[in-house]
């Protein structure tokens, strides 16, 4: 029995906390759920915590999965895509078009 424990990681079993692999994998996901926060303006770090805490991790993971498909930033956010509306709704002329187009693409 003694040998059983010490060869899947006991202290690090279930009894202890997580073993090595879990706690790698666990970071692993933080970090990638924390690039993501960041490209959609979320607060990377406080999702990064939140998705490695023990027991309550893989809760806030499917939290997050769920509230960042709708906090994605749009292409109707994009300036290009706003300045190409109002030309196309007739607020600004094709010169100020122009001119504006090619300030955005410097």
Do not use: C
Not at 53 to 66: A, E, K, T
């Amino acid at each position: 029995m003694d040998g059983f424990m010490h060869q899947f990681g006991y202290p690090f079993g279930f009894f202890y906390g997580f073993n090595i692999f879990w706690w790698i994998i666990f970071l692993a996901i933080g970090y990638l759920v924390y690039q993501d926060a960041n490209k959609r303006g979320m607060n990377g770090p406080l999702w990064f915590i939140l998705v490695i805490l023990p027991m309550v991790g893989l809760i806030f993971l499917l939290i997050y999965i769920v509230i960042r498909e709708t906090s994605g930033k749009s292409e109707r956010d994009e300036p290009m895509y706003i300045l190409k509306e109002r030309y196309a709704r007739g607020e600004i002329s094709e010169e100020e078009f122009k001119r504006m187009k090619e300030e955005l693409e410097k």
